[in-house]
């Protein structure tokens, strides 16, 4: 089956720690997308990237950095600059970046202590 | 940049009830607008979506218009039932899409 999975779906860190969340897509899928989730405050876009080898920033990319080695792959990591990294990731994918529709993964949930 | 308006929440029903969630967004030009719903703890799924005015987008009872004349692309459902309760949001297209605060619906029996 075609989808986009996210490991793991709870993720637990100390503070001043990186952590890396995976996403991986089979859907040949050009574009893919991170997003954090805070209660209350919707879906708020960290990083993008439209193809292979590069990424744009989002509305809130600082604390975070990202990957697009392969076209399956956009693994975002979470750095110990982040100052309130504690929330519900969410990975996404579409087949362009022109407004179509896009198809999510299960999220990770982070928490950092 | 473009942006959306979501009714707050919570919307609170009773099974069988008539509902509707407003949308309202901006934007350059006339991008698809899509509404997805997230049940808890999950990612967000595709609810419906319309590609070009007046274009009617509709799923599972549900349905939603693009009226380009005032910009509203509202939800709606004749009859809601328990398995309804989750949270929707609105989402106009573009580079990336912008989605609203969301709409949580919780449908009692």
């Known amino acids: 089956d075609g989808g986009i999975t996210q490991s793991p779906k709870y993720l637990f860190r100390k503070e001043g720690q990186n952590v890396t969340l995976s996403c991986e897509q089979n859907?040949?899928?050009?574009?893919m997308y991170w997003y954090r989730q805070d209660p209350g405050q919707g879906l708020r876009l960290i990083y993008y990237?439209?193809?292979?080898?590069?990424?744009q920033k989002g509305d809130i990319a600082e604390g975070y950095s990202v990957s697009r080695e392969k076209k399956e792959s956009f693994p975002l990591t979470v750095t110990s600059a982040q100052k309130n990294p504690t929330a519900f990731y969410l990975c996404?994918?579409?087949?362009?970046?022109?407004?179509?529709?896009?198809?999510f993964g299960p999220g990770t949930r982070l928490t950092v202590t | 940049g473009n942006s959306v308006t979501q009714m707050e929440g919570p919307v609170t029903l009773s099974e069988e009830a008539f509902l509707t969630i407003n949308c309202t967004y901006t934007?350059?030009?006339?991008?698809?607008l899509f509404w997805y719903v997230q049940y808890p703890g999950e990612g967000l799924q595709l609810l419906l979506k319309?590609?070009?005015?007046?274009d009617k987008g509709s799923n599972k009872g549900f349905e939603a218009t693009y009226r380009k004349e005032t910009t509203s692309f509202h939800l709606e459902k004749g009859s809601v039932q328990v398995s309804d309760s989750a949270v929707y949001f609105c989402?106009?297209?573009?580079?990336?899409?912008?989605f609203g605060k969301g709409t949580t619906l919780s449908v009692s029996s």
């Open positions: 996404a994918s579409s087949i362009s970046d022109v407004g179509g529709e896009q198809y």
């Open positions: 859907l040949n899928h050009d574009a």
């Open positions: 990237s439209q193809i292979v080898n590069d990424f």
């Open positions: 934007a350059t030009g006339y991008p698809s």
């Open positions: 319309a590609t070009k005015a007046d």
């Open positions: 989402a106009p297209g573009g580079t990336a899409l912008i």
